[in-house]
């Protein structure tokens, strides 16, 4: 019986890995929601009660930061559940503060990638501290949270007819 070869398959895997978590195959990516967002919206909350798309964008960078630090640092200490996943101070939101949350999430997301993309990087295994979690799944739940964010950042935008 011939051997079969894993390397495809895990090529292809890997490759629709790294589109899941650009986004855009069947909606739209958080850079064109950012490219004409007008910085005053970042701050409005639609209702009483909702996020503002700011805090919809700083929550997506921590879970995705814990997520990924958890992966990858067995002292990493995870925020306080679930106040330590929304960010505290909402009052004063300049474009230099929302700028630097979109280039943290999008630093930490290359990263992410980057550890997709290896070949030495497997995929499938336990992570050593992680509970009896794959390296797939935290891959996985990136993808699926910020695409949920980034719906409800869209819905947002609407509500305030744009």
Not at 3 to 18: F, H, M
Not at 136 to 150: C, F, G, K, T
């Amino acid at each position: 019986m011939k051997k079969k070869d894993v390397t495809i398959p895990d090529k292809a895997l890997r490759k629709d890995l790294i589109e899941l978590l650009k986004g855009g195959q069947a909606h739209i990516t958080l850079e064109e929601v950012l490219k004409d967002l007008k910085p005053e919206l970042c701050k409005v909350r639609p209702q009483k009660g909702v996020h503002s798309i700011y805090e919809e964008i700083e929550h997506m960078r921590i879970a995705q930061e814990d997520i990924l630090r958890y992966t990858l640092d067995p002292t990493w200490e995870s925020p306080e559940w679930p106040d330590g996943y929304w960010p505290s101070d909402t009052d004063e939101i300049t474009q230099k503060i929302l700028k630097s949350a979109v280039s943290r999430f999008f630093r930490d997301l290359k990263e992410l990638m980057r550890l997709v993309k290896n070949p030495k990087f497997d995929l499938t295994a336990k992570i050593p501290h992680g509970e009896g979690h794959t390296y797939l799944r935290e891959v996985l739940l990136v993808a699926d949270h910020n695409v949920y964010h980034l719906g409800k950042i869209v819905q947002k935008l609407k509500q305030l007819g744009e």
